[in-house]
């Protein structure tokens, strides 16, 4: 492949109430509202010379019917699993099936927050975490996400 080429298809998913950004903590979370945030990671994918889907559900057997179709894909994945982070051993489980690189975002510092937020079951079976960064998280992810695939 050229090196001006895109390359394989990212999935971008984000979990529940991301779509609501405009709604939430701003020092947590940024000032973009869902729709910016969709297009900031689709043009740091274009700066990246990548390709990626971006999708959101607040339903978490959407979430695991786009990990399904990654594992039968071999598609990677970044992925904001939002409150499901800290409790969905259905999505851990479905995310441990992957075979291609999973990496865990969070637009906030999760680690910072109340303790609740404190346990991730998704990390134990993801490449790595990009946390804390605002939008940034995401850019950081198709940077690492690049010198994986
Ligand atoms: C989040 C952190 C989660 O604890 C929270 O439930 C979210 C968003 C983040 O991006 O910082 O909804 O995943």
């Not at 978490?60 to 019917?65: D, G, R, V, W």
Request: contains cysteine.
């Amino acid at each position: 492949m050229s090196s001006s080429a895109a390359i394989s298809k990212i999935l971008v998913l984000n979990g529940p109430n991301l779509s609501r950004l405009d709604l939430r903590d701003q020092n947590y979370y940024g000032d973009l509202k869902y729709p910016q945030l969709v297009s900031y990671i689709e043009k740091c994918a274009i700066e990246l010379k990548l390709n990626v889907d971006v999708r959101q559900s607040d339903d978490e057997a959407q979430l695991i019917t786009w990990l399904h179709e990654a594992a039968d894909q071999n598609l990677p994945i970044i992925f904001n699993p939002a409150a499901f982070t800290h409790y969905s051993y259905a999505i851990r489980d479905a995310v441990a099936m992957l075979k291609a690189p999973c990496i865990e975002v969070h637009l906030s510092n999760p680690l910072s927050r109340e303790e609740f937020r404190h346990t991730s079951v998704i990390s134990g079976v993801s490449t790595g975490t990009i946390a804390g960064f605002k939008e940034q998280s995401y850019k950081l992810a198709l940077i690492a996400m690049k010198e994986l695939i």
